[in-house]
Antibody, heavy 119, light 109 residues
């Protein structure tokens, strides 16, 4: 079965960077884009960007341009999301998500990674 | 940017009742690209409906989606105890590529 398994919780200081991983299994990793979505505590959902694991091509939401980098290692079917210049407002649960269909939805989600930014 | 506004913010109902959740878009959304999700505390989102009206794999038929243009609806015909959760709508296609509504909390009355 399809699974997206993310790395564990992180605590970072303001100004630092964080790199979250998302290991895919149960399908061909290079077949579908990996997206990243975050959710601050008690808040809504915010899409951050996408990455094509086959080509490495990426597209980022304007809000995160210049601060986010999405990469992959196809040999271990793992996608990464790195966010730099962290501030307290970046404290959130970060999800990787994948859509296997043609309708712009996400039918598979990672379990989420809590990133806490605190001095 | 397309803004999705969900209403009501909180819906209080009893098991067995019918739930109607609304998602209104600030601009027209292609029906092919409107989805609904369910989220329970501490869990990731679960896809319920894609393409505005198609149920995802394994989703019970008490869940149905409808609508077009700027107005979309998620209906749960007869609430089961496990249906009490937060529901989000999501669109694809406009910059940013994906946006979500702010959510409707469905709570037990």
């Amino acid at each position: 079965q399809v699974q997206l398994v993310q790395s564990g919780a992180e605590v970072k200081k303001p100004g630092a960077s964080v790199k979250v991983s998302c290991k895919a299994s149960g399908y061909t990793f290079t077949s579908y884009d990996i997206n990243w979505v975050r959710q601050a505590t008690g808040q809504g959902l915010e899409w951050m960007g996408w990455m094509n694991p086959n080509s490495g091509n990426t597209g980022y939401a304007q809000k995160f341009q210049g601060r986010v980098t999405m990469t992959r290692n196809t040999s271990i079917s793992t996608a990464y999301m790195e966010l730099s210049s962290l501030r307290s407002e970046d404290t959130a649960v970060y999800y990787c998500a994948m859509g296997s269909g043609w309708y712009g939805d996400f039918d598979y989600w990672g379990q989420g990674t809590l990133v806490t930014v605190s001095s | 940017e397309i803004v999705l506004t969900q209403s009501p913010g909180t819906l209080s109902l009893s098991p067995g009742e019918r739930a109607t959740l609304s998602c209104r878009a600030s601009q027209s959304v292609s029906s092919s690209y409107l989805a609904w999700y369910q989220q329970k505390p501490g869990q990731a989102l679960r896809l319920l409906i894609y393409g505005a009206s198609s149920r995802a794999t394994g989703i019970p038929d008490r869940f149905s989606g409808s609508g077009s243009g700027t107005d979309f609806t998620l209906t749960i015909s007869r609430l089961e105890p496990e249906d009490f959760a937060v529901y989000y709508c999501q669109q694809y296609g406009s910059s940013p590529l994906y946006t979500f509504g702010q959510g409707t909390k469905l709570e037990i009355k």
